[in-house]
């Protein structure tokens, strides 16, 4: 293998690295957002206690 195969290679290598981190890293903030609302949501809550027990009688 020559060099300039090997240097290409290697800089294709390290481009889909930084494109992987970059996706990972937007995902990771878009989850922690919707973690945050969802927080909100839940304390905003007027009856926090509505939905925690369901009454099935046959």
Do not use: F, R
């Amino acid at each position: 293998m020559d060099i300039i195969a090997l240097s290409m290679g290697l800089a294709q290598t390290q481009l889909q690295t930084q494109i992987g981190t970059a996706i990972l890293d937007q995902s990771m903030n878009l989850t922690s957002e919707l973690g945050d609302g969802l927080q909100k949501m839940m304390e905003q809550s007027v009856t926090p206690e509505l939905g925690s027990n369901i009454d099935i009688s046959l």
